[in-house]
């Protein structure tokens, strides 16, 4: 009976319109009420849940990628990736990917991608001709690879959710050859789409063009290194490494690019800020709620439901996907890690998945969510930046989708494109 006030309550709030958070947060008090547990116990989940060191890093992550928006990076690595990739078949849909590569490495989040490469991307291929579907579903679809890349943040959170036990420089490498296999392979559907559209092909700029861009998007590419070759060699904590990042941003932006007003700093700060504060809400109430599931035995249960439908890991990992595709269409990214992450990996790991594996699975499952309506926030972003309905943009947007699927596939069911490079590591 409490699993059914539990997610009852849940659902309930979720479909009338209530903040996540206080979906997570009700549902757990009237959870907790049925069970005749003292309320004091959700606001000792939901402040443990908060009081985590490694959530230090996540602040310090979009504080730094908010300044390096304001400050001119994406435009200077946007030109890079369009000297580099411009001129093949709809060359812009592929600067459009190769900029998400770049600009997530220095973010770490997938809405920022979309509103910053998308903001400068999409006005462009609209004037050269390109569809604004074509130019929207490539800007949406490849904001996930920033997920995949370091700095993500939700790897940080998948860490914490899982108990702190999986290394966080780990996650970070393991989601490299994912990103760089999901841009790939969007880069080929862009070029797909964009030959049987009959999009035109830009004229190569050339090498001394190519390596004067370089030469001007070099200081933000550097932080992507810091931030990862620290955390890899264990120089520095994701914590240390987040302070590091703003600290460099500032002196890029400020002393080096002098594009970061004063009033944008402001900004920024303040967006920061205001960002911080929804999503530590949001993980402290999902820490009450995950503390529940556990303690009502959910995931063991799941474990035996799951043997009882199959033995084989392949249709297991199969049915996980295909829960977790659902419920990303309807919940944002970091509730979903923070909820589904105790409920999950028990069963992953019951099946012989590593679990710095399923970190990549999930986290990749949940970025296509982002993608797909009804609650597909960056889908939203993208179809804001682009002013196109969301019906508009579904109707096209298939072949970017199967790409992003077809990955998903793959590295589901072939653990060394996300074990080998931190093996390597070690």
Same mark, same amino acid.
Request: hydrophobic letters at 55%.
């Given at each position: 009976?409490?699993? #059914? ?24 008090? &009237? ?6 547990? $003292? ?17 230090? &890093? ?64 999409? $006005? ?9 579907? #074509? ?135 303040? &967006? ?40 084989? $890991? ?86 970017? #989708?199967?790409? &992003? ?16 490079? $931190?093996?390597?590591?070690?």
């Amino acid at each position: 009976m409490e699993l #059914y006030i539990l997610f009852g309550t849940f659902s309930f709030l979720l479909l009338i319109g209530t903040p996540v958070a206080f979906c997570l947060g009700v549902s757990s008090f &009237a959870t907790i009420a049925y069970l005749g547990l $003292p309320p004091v116990v959700v606001f000792q989940r939901l402040n443990s849940g908060v009081s985590v060191f490694a959530l230090m &890093a996540i602040p310090f992550f979009i504080y730094a990628g908010d300044l390096m928006v304001r400050g001119d990076i994406a435009r200077r690595l946007v030109s890079l990736a369009e000297a580099f990739v411009g001129h093949f078949r709809g060359g812009l849909g592929q600067v459009n990917v190769l900029s998400s590569v770049m600009f997530g490495g220095v973010s770490g989040s997938a809405a920022a991608d979309a509103s910053a490469v998308g903001g400068l991307m999409v $006005p462009q291929m609209k004037e050269r001709g390109y569809g604004v579907d #074509y130019a929207v579903n490539i800007t949406v679809v490849s904001s996930i690879i920033a997920l995949l890349l370091p700095p993500s943040h939700n790897m940080i959170i998948y860490s914490i959710a899982a108990g702190g036990r999986i290394s966080i420089a780990d996650l970070f490498t393991a989601g490299i050859i994912p990103g760089f296999l999901l841009a790939i392979s969007l880069m080929v559907a862009a070029w797909w789409v964009a030959k049987k559209r009959g999009y035109p092909v830009q004229k190569f700029q050339g090498f001394r063009i190519m390596g004067a861009l370089f030469v001007s998007a070099l200081p933000g590419l550097i932080m992507v290194a810091i931030i990862f070759g620290g955390v890899r060699s264990g120089v520095f904590t994701a914590s240390e490494s987040s302070n590091i990042a703003v600290v460099y941003a500032l002196i890029v932006t400020f002393f080096v690019y002098k594009t970061l007003s004063f009033s944008d700093f402001v900004e920024a700060t303040i &967006a920061a800020v205001r960002t911080t504060a929804m999503v530590l809400l949001v993980i402290g109430c999902a820490a009450a709620f995950g503390w529940l599931l556990a303690y009502t035995r959910v995931p063991s249960s799941l474990v035996v439901l799951l043997k009882s439908v199959s033995e084989n $890991p392949i249709v297991i990992l199969l049915l996980l996907n295909i829960v977790l595709l659902m419920l990303g269409t309807f919940m944002d990214m970091s509730p979903l890690i923070v909820i589904t992450t105790p409920i999950f990996l028990p069963v992953a790991t019951a099946f012989g998945v590593d679990p710095v594996h399923f970190g990549v699975i999930l986290i990749l499952n949940l970025g296509i969510g982002l993608c797909t309506p009804p609650v597909g926030a960056v889908l939203f972003v993208g179809c804001a930046v682009g002013r196109i309905s969301i019906w508009e943009a579904m109707k096209s947007i298939w072949p970017f #989708y199967g790409a &992003a699927v077809g990955v998903l596939m793959l590295v589901t069911y072939i653990p060394t494109l996300s074990l080998w490079l $931190p093996s390597v590591f070690k």
